[in-house]
């Protein structure tokens, strides 16, 4: 039987989706007044591939395969026309992001380059200020109620029936079920699946149904000169990144515009935001800075009369990054919202794996970047979003300084112990959106420690902090874990069926394994803890909460009980050679025998804790995990007992010179635990999800590993850097990091091999690895470089 499908939401976003997925459905779309009338019509119509990590550039790639392509099916124009692009550098510190993005363009088929300040061709263009500049080749232009009117044309052609003038006034939400929608005549539209693509407008149905959406309306703003004799046709698109400003051409005109800092914020549903094609009053004050860098950049605008001021609403997400997906406390309902500035753009890609994550209902490829379920709820709240606002559409163009943190709407998710670990000298960044030490500071010198592109000044911090695990006692804020209880008669059928690894063990076992999906890869990467005959304890990632918690819901039968945990304990890892004798000091338990991987219920400065012993940093120790109430105690007592404590950038140097992955760079679902070294995690005994994916993959063979790379040139390795081999990319790194206590620099990266092809082999080939536009030799190393036996770890 065909599903059905109704789609809120008559812009780009929402025809995009309808024209993709129209052959697969019965679609519906549903626009509250006309086509393209609430933010696609003003759009400026850029359509730029080349974006700044691998996913988003595979999603924007797509616009210019299909957007040529929709021409011909549909008999429209859609204005579709390759232009070229620079994106402008002032600061040297820009020019490594540049090379960064222009090798990963590259390695996609693009064609971009890097170029000096006097090849940047275009005539008129004063080039005094500028360090260099990428040049896109493949930077284009689109016309976008033109493009949604073949969209439309194209999606009713498959069978969509498109409506107007229908006002949806709540989504119908029964049992954790969408089932479809009311409309503000009364009217209930029944459907399997409701796709919310309403932009701006999508938050208030959002927040009825009790899904956090974190987007914020703003005042957008461009202008568009009077013709412009001369110009070259066409125009190159220009991105005056550092003055946070774009050029495009437009039919012998200029559309100057730009992406503000503390922009204004809109109301969507205020006194005007019903109404169609809706312009606002001209903001001279606002955009002058704007005005200002492009008579500078092209000086002949000075002559230059401006035919129309454009300041139309736009939606922006607290990060800057697109709401897109299945609602993982709404099963049914689908988000395509928050496009920040680029939806016209995104309308390709962004639609195309939507219609295949809704018809599979499942994501076709990783999406976790763009995923709604990356949401914390409390980022949603009205005021925590228009604070937001304050960077988050500057941010568009800021320069993306590496481990940048946000600076507005700060402090929304803190530990039980945050003004503990901030007495202890905690400079404080997001991760995951909790507020956590990043380093702990012994003086001012320490404190408010500047970016740079090179050497990191916070590294020697991170130094010393790991070093006192060599003979003494660490303390690490793990708060941030998400803890999930799962109890009842089904959870061990439940578990056993989700989990690679076995976990029908000993109670006090904990067990390290992967969730899969069908395709076989990671969908979590947990630790699952046996507290009972019928009671079980999830732990994962900060980041992957919502996400978890709905993979593990929509999985269970009735007979299962899911409790959110996360927010009750405070956890506290006591790492170090000195861990166990601080513990003994405070505690009347055997912490002599306690085997690693097992937790147990213990008493530490006398208050009750569960103690596992597991460690992410490679030393002997145990997690803590501690009733909010009580841990500040506990906290202090551990203080008292010469235990010092060791940040998050530390934490990262010394897992990776574990070898030890990480779920969202190193795992996710497209990377198997066979092809990420993890084999040892799975249970081939026993079935389980994903299990004949993985079986094929070993019988056939692997085509892809990960391995860690030493890289002795010591550059500054984020992620998703090409890795070379005789002139060839074979892969791109997924993480990497300066290890904490051995000084090296390292890599983990996924690269190809040949089936049958050993971890010796592999070393023995010659790599380098392109990193802000040179090339490092880069060795692999077939064991962790820290304490490869785990001697330590194993004390």
Not at 185 to 203: I, P, R
Not at 566 to 583: P, S
Request: charged residues 20%; contains cysteine.
């Amino acid at each position: 039987m065909t599903r059905s499908v109704l789609i809120i939401g008559g812009g780009a976003i929402g025809l995009g989706l309808a024209y993709h997925l129209a052959d697969r459905a019965q679609v519906t779309v549903l626009e509250r007044n006309q086509l393209t009338s609430g933010t696609s019509w003003h759009a400026a119509g850029i359509v730029g591939p080349l974006r700044a990590t691998p996913n988003m550039t595979k999603l924007a790639m797509y616009a210019g395969e299909l957007f040529p392509k929709l021409e011909d099916e549909t008999g429209l124009s859609t204005g579709y026309r390759q232009t070229g692009g620079y994106w402008l550098a002032r600061e040297e510190a820009r020019m490594d992001e540049l090379h960064r993005i222009c090798s990963l363009g590259r390695h996609f088929g693009l064609t971009p380059s890097i170029v000096a300040p006097d090849a940047v061709d275009v005539p008129g263009l004063e080039p005094a200020g500028l360090v260099g500049a990428l040049r896109v080749e493949e930077d284009a232009n689109v016309n976008p109620v033109d493009l949604c009117m073949a969209y439309a044309k194209g999606a009713r052609a498959k069978g969509a029936e498109i409506r107007e003038g229908v006002q949806v006034a709540r989504l119908l939400v029964e049992n954790g079920r969408c089932k479809g929608v009311a409309l503000t005549d009364g009217t209930e539209l029944l459907a399997d699946q409701v796709a919310l693509c309403a932009g701006a407008w999508s938050k208030r149905l959002a927040d009825a149904a009790g899904v956090a959406l974190p987007l914020q309306a703003v005042e957008h703003m461009y202008v568009v000169t009077e013709p412009m004799p001369g110009l070259p046709a066409p125009y190159p698109v220009l991105r005056d990144l550092d003055r946070g400003f774009y050029v495009k051409g437009d039919a012998g005109k200029l559309v100057i515009g730009g992406f503000e800092p503390d922009a204004k914020v809109w109301d969507a549903f205020g006194p005007e935001g019903d109404r169609p094609f809706l312009e606002m009053p001209e903001d001279w004050d606002q955009f002058m800075p704007f005005m200002e860098g492009a008579l500078q950049l092209i000086p002949a605008l000075a002559e230059t009369g401006i035919q129309h001021f454009m300041n139309g609403p736009e939606s922006f997400t607290n990060d800057t990054r697109p709401l897109v997906g299945q609602v993982p406390n709404v099963d049914g309902l689908y988000v395509a919202a928050g496009m920040n500035s680029v939806g016209v753009m995104s309308s390709a890609g962004i639609g195309r794996v939507l219609a295949d994550w809704m018809h599979a209902e499942q994501p076709p490829m990783d999406l976790w970047e763009v995923d709604i379920a990356r949401v914390d709820p409390l980022t949603a709240a009205a005021d925590h979003v228009e604070t937001r606002m304050k960077e988050a559409v500057s941010d568009a163009f800021a320069l993306h300084w590496p481990f940048k943190q946000p600076k507005a709407g700060r402090g929304l998710r803190t530990s039980a112990l945050h003004d503990h670990w901030a007495a202890a000298g905690a400079q404080f960044g997001l991760t995951a959106g909790w507020e956590r030490g990043l380093w702990y500071a012994q003086n001012d010198g320490e404190k408010n420690l500047p970016y740079s592109v090179g050497d990191q000044p916070w590294y020697p911090i991170a130094r010393r902090e790991a070093a006192a695990m060599q003979s003494g006692c660490a303390l690490i804020d793990l708060t941030p874990f998400t803890k999930i209880d799962v109890t009842g008669p089904g959870a061990l059928p439940l578990l056993q069926h989700l989990a690679a690894g076995n976990v029908d063990v000993a109670t006090g076992c904990a067990v390290y394994t992967p969730l899969l999906n069908d395709r076989g890869g990671f969908e979590a990467d947990v630790t699952i803890t046996r507290l009972g005959t019928e009671r079980f304890r999830v732990t994962s990632g900060a980041a992957t909460r919502q996400k978890d918690i709905a993979w593990l819901r929509r999985h269970a039968g009735v007979d299962v009980t899911l409790k959110d945990v996360t927010d009750d304990e405070a956890v506290i890892g006591v790492m170090g050679a000195g861990a166990r004798a601080v513990l003994e000091g405070l505690s009347s338990d055997d912490w002599l025998d306690f085997p690693f991987s097992t937790a147990r219920d213990v008493t530490v400065a006398g208050h009750p804790a569960r103690a596992t012993r597991v460690s992410f940093v490679g030393e002997l120790g145990w997690e803590l995990n501690i009733p909010s109430a009580y841990a500040g105690v506990v906290f202090d007592a551990l203080r008292a007992s010469g235990a010092s404590p060791l940040g998050h950038f530390a934490l990262d140097g010394c897992r990776i010179e574990k070898g030890f992955k990480h779920w969202g760079h190193d795992l996710g679902p497209d990377i198997t635990p066979l092809e990420a070294g993890l084999g040892f995690t799975i249970d081939w005994g026993k079935d389980f999800k994903g299990k004949a994916a993985l079986e094929a993959q070993r019988a056939n063979g692997l085509t892809r590993r990960m391995v860690l790379f030493d890289l002795p040139s010591h550059p500054l390795v984020l992620h998703d850097e090409p890795i070379r081999e005789n002139d060839r990319v074979v892969g791109l790194t997924t993480s990497g990091a300066r290890g904490a206590r051995t000084g090296l620099t390292l890599a983990l990266g996924l690269i190809d091999i040949t089936p049958g092809e050993t971890r010796a082999a592999t070393a023995e080939r010659t790599f380098e690895i392109e990193i802000a536009g040179a090339r490092h030799p880069a060795r692999v190393l077939l064991r962790a470089p820290f304490d490869p036996a785990n001697e330590r770890m194993k004390a």
